[in-house]
């Protein structure tokens, strides 16, 4: 763990921080989530999955690439195939058999970027590397929410059953 911090860039704190957490007017009109930070190690691999409700990433520190697939090429990447979740793929999109388009970002240290919902998404850390992550969640898709995580428990807990 001492080499992964010591491989961090000093952080740069993108301006939006600011905005976001003084805003009182910012939170009650996105009604964000508690934000998650993650640690990733180089090569650090974010499999291909989707989430039904926005995603602001913040970079704090190195440097990684996102990959993000359209909605429409869902039928493409086989969704629930080897996994018990719908909402992750096993497709590899390094791979010279992934048959689909993706948009690219790469992003560093101050970057951010706009994860959009129903979208699938890639990532991998090019360096050792620190996120900074909100899922945005409104009162209309708050309910949705809800139901697909108690909906993925129950599947979940029949896939574990003897």
Known sequence: ????????????????????????????????????????????????????????????????EFLLCCPNDTPKLQPGVGTCDPDQSQCDPMTTAFNVQPLSATLKAGDSILLPAGWWVWARARQASMTLRWSLVNAHIAGHVAERQATRAAQLRLALQP
Do not use: N
Request: net charge positive; glycine share 8%; hydrophobic share 45%.
């Open 1 to 64: 763990m001492g080499q992964f911090i010591d491989d961090l860039q000093p952080l740069r704190r993108p301006k939006f921080l600011a905005v976001a957490f003084s805003s009182k007017r910012f939170a009650a009109a996105v009604g964000t989530g508690e934000p998650a930070l993650d640690l990733e190690p180089p090569g650090a691999v974010t499999r291909l999955h989707r989430s039904h409700h926005h995603t602001l990433v913040a970079l704090l520190a190195g440097e990684r």
